[in-house]
Structures are given as structure tokens and as C-alpha cells.
């Protein structure tokens, strides 16, 4: 079945050092996104990649990077954690749409997220 | 930023009766979607309303808009011990240029069925 996965499902990290999360898809979408969820919290995102595109938002600090070598897969790198960095994150894809009449929205896909704890 | 608020924060209900959750945002919307997440989950896209429809309907949920209030519902008929989640509604804005959509999510409904 076509999904998105996120390995490992729990990390745990030491304050200061870096720590990479993977997400993977065979969905075959265009756009990926990665957003972070503290406990009893909304998810909000971080960044997203359409195609090769990186955007990011305004307010995600300079502490989270992304890459995304292939359409298949893409990383969140946490270069120097934080306690206020443990959450949930959570990986999504959406297939390409969205024009300024809007007609092509559609859903996005969630992987079953990475639980990171800063020790 | 936050786009908008549900409410109820927290619903608990018996098993058989029916669930509802508000949903309100601030600004334009190109659409609004519900989702749903398990504890410790991922979240699951239950249903898509567009800025020009009123209602829709999937199953045992029902999803209105109302864009002149800026509020969406969700109804959930006929609850089950498995509809035990959070819910939240996430809004989309028009889009200036063509791209991927952005999600602004509520803070969430944790709903409880109880057997």
C-alpha cells in the first residue's frame, strides 16, 4: 500500500547534538512537509519542499534544516537540540495541485510521526 | 500563527449518541479540512469542504461551512469506542501563486466515547 514512513518512531537525542529524522513516501507526491507537534498542541509547520523548492516558514528557527535529495524521501535536521525542541514530528505529502483558482487542493498524507526526546 | 479555535476543547460522550465539534478561523479560506489523530499518531484526513460548499457528507460525518461566520462543524452520528481521538480542522488560504497548500490547524477536540 502506498504510504509515508518516518523512521525511527521514537529518537532520543542529548542536548546539543544533532539529530536527523527521516520520512519516506511512495505516494509519488510532489510536495513534502514537516511539522512539529508539542504535547496537547496543534501541529505546525516547519517547512516544505515543492519538488526541489525549500520554503520556509518565518518562525521556524534557524536550528531546523531540511533536505530533500530525491521525491522519495526527505530529512529534518535538528543541528543542536534543544529541551523546548522535544515533540512530535510529523512528516506529510500532498499530491501537486493548488493554482490561483484554487480548484486543485487536496488532502495531505501523514506519516505516524517521530517521537524526539532531548535528554 | 493559529488560523482559529475549536471548541470543545475536551468532549466526552456515551457510545450511540452523537458528537459535534466547532471549528472557527480568521481569515479567507480557499478550503478547510477535518482530521483526525490517534493518540501518539499520525493524523488522518477525514473530509475536504471547499469555500463554496455548505455541507458534506462521508459516512457518519457531517461537515458544514459557513464562510460568513468563518465556522466550520463536525458531526459525528452513531459514536463508537474507535471515533476515541482528537479532531482538527485545518484551514487553507488562497493562494497567490501556484503551490502546495499550507495546513493552519486548530488547537484540537480530544473526544472520549465511553462504552
Known amino acids: 500500500d502506498a504510504m509515508v514512513i518516518q523512521n525511527p518512531r521514537y529518537q532520543v537525542t542529548q542536548f546539543g547534538k544533532p539529530v536527523t529524522l527521516s520520512c519516506s513516501q511512495t505516494l509519488n507526491h510532489n510536495v513534502m512537509y514537516w511539522y512539529q507537534q508539542k504535547s496537547s498542541q496543534a501541529p505546525k509547520l516547519l517547512f516544505h519542499y515543492y519538488d526541489k523548492d525549500f520554503n520556509n516558514e518565518a518562525d521556524t528557527p534557524d536550528n531546523f534544516q531540511s533536505r530533500r535529495p530525491n521525491t522519495s524521501f526527505c530529512f529534518l535536521d535538528i543541528r543542536s537540540p534543544g529541551l523546548g525542541d522535544a515533540a512530535m514530528y510529523l512528516c506529510?505529502?500532498?499530491?501537486?495541485?493548488?493554482?490561483?483558482?484554487?480548484?486543485?487542493?487536496?488532502?495531505?498524507?501523514f506519516g505516524p510521526g517521530t517521537r524526539l526526546t532531548v535528554l | 500563527s493559529q488560523q482559529g479555535e475549536e471548541d470543545p476543547q475536551a468532549l466526552s460522550i456515551q457510545e450511540g449518541e452523537n458528537a459535534t465539534m466547532n471549528c472557527s478561523y480568521k481569515t479567507s479560506i480557499n478550503n478547510l479540512q477535518w482530521y483526525r489523530q490517534n493518540s501518539g499518531r499520525g493524523l488522518v484526513h477525514l473530509i475536504l469542504?471547499?469555500?463554496?460548499?455548505r455541507e458534506k457528507h462521508s459516512g457518519r460525518l457531517r461537515v458544514t461551512l459557513d464562510t460568513s461566520k468563518k465556522s466550520s462543524s463536525l458531526l459525528i452520528t452513531a459514536s463508537r469506542a474507535a471515533d476515541t481521538a482528537s479532531y482538527f480542522c485545518a484551514t487553507v488560504r488562497n493562494p497567490r501563486i501556484q503551490g502546495a497548500q499550507k495546513l493552519v490547524f486548530g488547537q484540537g477536540t480530544r473526544l472520549t466515547i465511553n462504552p
Open positions: 506529510a505529502t500532498s499530491a501537486r495541485g493548488g493554482s490561483p483558482s484554487g480548484k486543485a487542493y487536496n488532502e495531505q498524507f
Open positions: 469542504i471547499r469555500s463554496n460548499e
